[in-house]
């Protein structure tokens, strides 16, 4: 019996670099809330808080995924605050009909000890 997959699969910021190189179709989603986004972010990220992915998976958050982000079939990299809480995202936007999506290995802070800026709004 196949089980569903559910967890995002975890990079390495190194990992992470080279797929920054070599992805048109990346999509750097940060699911932190607002205040801390504009505190702070991985460049080119977007916004998409856990609050904003919480609720029913329907025809209208699938249309809102696609038309925020230019379809789901880019390739995503989820970013929190410590690489923690990223799992419930990712389930949310499989069910949404993403297929691609990582997971940034200690979040924004891991970005920052390998000595990588965040940029602010």
């Not at 607002?34 to 919480?54: C, D, K, Q, T, Y």
């Not at 809480?85 to 691609?100: C, H, N, P, T, Y």
């Amino acid at each position: 019996m196949n089980e569903p997959r559910t967890s995002a699969r975890e990079i390495s910021v190194e990992e992470f670099d080279e797929m920054i190189e070599n992805h048109d179709d990346l999509l750097i989603v940060d699911v932190r809330e607002a205040g801390e986004f504009r505190r702070g972010h991985i460049p080119g990220a977007v916004l998409l808080p856990h609050s904003l992915l919480e609720g029913a998976v329907d025809d209208t958050k699938r249309l809102q995924i696609e038309q925020l982000f230019g379809g789901r079939h880019k390739t995503f990299v989820l970013c929190s605050r410590d690489g923690s809480g990223i799992a419930a995202a990712a389930d949310r936007l499989r069910q949404l009909g993403v297929e691609k999506v990582y997971s940034l290995a200690g979040g924004i802070a891991g970005w920052q000890a390998q000595g990588c800026a965040l940029v602010t709004d």
